[in-house]
């Protein structure tokens, strides 16, 4: 039977996107394996404390410094961009409430996960993945040592723990990058800028954004570690998963903010 | 060398029987069988790629088999719980190819990894830095106690996993391919490391390597791994100047 060149790249095509499909679904499925074994895992001895503070410490404290020097920077272009707008309307006497609550539902949140993702998720990604090429993971098995609660338990939970902190500095900071801008601009005082933030925030705002950075940091040492754990190909391998575990998390990241967003909104319809 | 009387059923200390590991279409082991006896020290020759390192692998759990059994100490790991599995490992120490210490850890700290799991077995024993200290100095390496690995040459890492190794006192020690990637002095070093271990503290070994030389020298039986198989089982002598073509390919080099 005679096929058309066309007919054939449709065919091919078609069947690429089948086999991405399977692949993405089997990777799913994985994934949530890999979830609910972390979860089963997690309450069983022995608890690594230990290791889960050294990997707080490591996260947390050496993420400040970037998720900082971040948050200054939205604050600041936030305010600027948002500035001019705000003036032709007759309404820059907002400008404290709107940046606040922006920052604190959605651009501190996402931003903050994102970097993080980037910082942290690669990271458990490329030590892990070189501590299974390098047969460490085996050694640690060998030893006696699970090493998924040793290795995997402790990492998830430590940025779990870490990111809504994270998110609360981050947040911060972006104030004050905000309020600097008020202050030259506007000649706004510290306490009436914060004033007018604290005034227009409510638990609402506060509590969904608080909850959803725990997920975040879930998904983001949750990826990192899958990611990592079952590396293959060498060093190859490593570089993949690294960039793998920054696509795949911070893909995830939006899907539980959209969720977070429309759930938050249903509650706040009743 | 390992005394004859101690060739006794009585004496064996780690048995496989119809060992079968599959990848695919790839039939890596197929009907392995090996016995390694106390005091031993028995060395696995194959070709790269003949299955060595999955079959060792097996023997400590790292790897399921498709079917056979194997028997560590007269218990079969094929149907140990994960529990008992870990208890049992305590008891079987494995140098890694590449070593693999922990990179993120001291010296110090890659030889107490071991013992914070099995405190049970060395709670009446010596405490855990006096115990470090030992085992580093056992390998001639106490000065490197608070190096990071990255600090260490390839054949001071070999030493130092073999040193964690120890460091549980395992009763069989398996070491996968022990000389590879280093240069022959070195090589030589870590087999009369090696030996000095055995005389010490009285382990059985399986030995994994391609290195005819390692084989001569530290070797009591050579099984040939061959096509999945425990293709010729001997001494060095007797298997060197055997008339097969497989197994002289081995020692024609």
């Not at chain 1, 391998?237 to 696509?247: E, K, M």
């Not at chain 2, 503290?201 to 994994?208: F, G």
Request: net charge neutral; charged share 20%; aromatic share 10%.
């Amino acid at each position: 039977m005679y096929l058309s060149n066309g007919l054939i790249k449709g065919m091919l095509g078609l069947y690429n996107i089948k086999v991405q499909l399977n692949a993405f679904l089997k990777e799913i499925g994985e994934l949530t394996y890999f979830t609910v074994r972390f979860f089963r895992e997690v309450f069983k001895r022995p608890f690594e404390f230990k290791e889960l503070l050294r990997q707080c410490y490591n996260m947390g404290n050496r993420s400040l410094f970037l998720v900082g020097i971040t948050g200054f920077i939205i604050g600041l272009v936030l305010t600027l961009q948002t500035r001019p707008t705000l003036l032709e309307f007759g309404a820059v006497s907002w400008m404290p409430s709107m940046v606040g609550i922006s920052i604190v539902r959605e651009i501190g949140p996402i931003i903050t996960a994102l970097v993080c993702a980037g910082r942290i998720g690669s990271g458990i990604g490329a030590e892990l993945g070189s501590m299974r090429v390098t047969e460490q993971i085996e050694a640690m098995e060998v030893s006696g040592t699970n090493p998924f609660k040793y290795l995997v338990v402790t990492r998830v939970l430590a940025v779990t723990l870490m990111l809504p902190l994270l998110v609360i500095v981050g947040d911060a900071i972006a104030l004050l990058g905000s309020y600097l801008v008020e202050n030259v601009k506007g000649n706004v005082s510290f306490m009436l800028y914060l004033n007018q933030v604290f005034n227009a925030l409510e638990f609402g705002d506060i509590i969904p954004a608080t909850i959803k950075t725990f997920f975040f940091g879930l998904a983001i040492g949750l990826v990192g570690c899958f990611k990592g754990y079952y590396c293959k190909n060498g060093t190859a391998g490593v570089g993949i998963a690294a960039n793998s575990a920054v696509v795949f998390s911070s893909l995830l990241l939006f899907i539980i903010d959209f969720i977070a967003v429309f759930v938050t909104d249903i509650f706040y319809d009743l | 060398m390992m005394a004859d009387h101690n060739i006794s059923n009585n004496n064996i200390v780690l048995e496989v029987k119809n060992l079968y590991k599959r990848f695919g279409d790839n039939r890596v082991l197929n009907g392995f069988n090996l016995k390694l006896y106390q005091g031993e020290n028995l060395v696995v020759m194959g070709k790269s790629g003949s299955g060595k390192s999955v079959m060792i692998k097996c023997l400590v759990g790292l790897m399921e088999a498709d079917s056979g059994s194997i028997s560590v100490m007269h218990h079969d790991i094929t149907k140990l719980n994960q529990q008992a599995l870990d208890v049992l490992r305590a008891d079987i120490g494995f140098l890694f190819q590449g070593s693999a210490l922990y990179d993120s850890m001291t010296v110090r700290e890659n030889l107490e990894f071991p013992l914070r799991r099995h405190s049970r077995k060395n709670k009446a024993k010596l405490d855990t830095e006096t115990q470090v200290v030992a085992a580093l100095e056992s390998v001639g390496l106490a000065h490197a106690i608070d190096l990071m690995p990255a600090e260490l040459s390839g054949g001071m890492k070999r030493r130092v996993a073999l040193a964690r190794t120890l460091i549980l006192q395992p009763k069989i020690i398996l070491y996968d391919e022990p000389t590879s990637g280093l240069d022959p002095i070195t090589a030589k070093e870590i087999i009369i490391l090696m030996q000095d271990v055995q005389k010490k503290y009285k382990t059985s070994s399986l030995i994994i390597t391609h290195d005819v030389d390692c084989a001569r020298v530290i070797s009591d039986r050579i099984l040939l791994l061959i096509d999945g198989v425990d293709y010729a089982v001997g001494t060095y002598k007797a298997l060197s100047t055997s008339e097969d073509p497989k197994i002289k390919a081995f020692f024609k080099q």
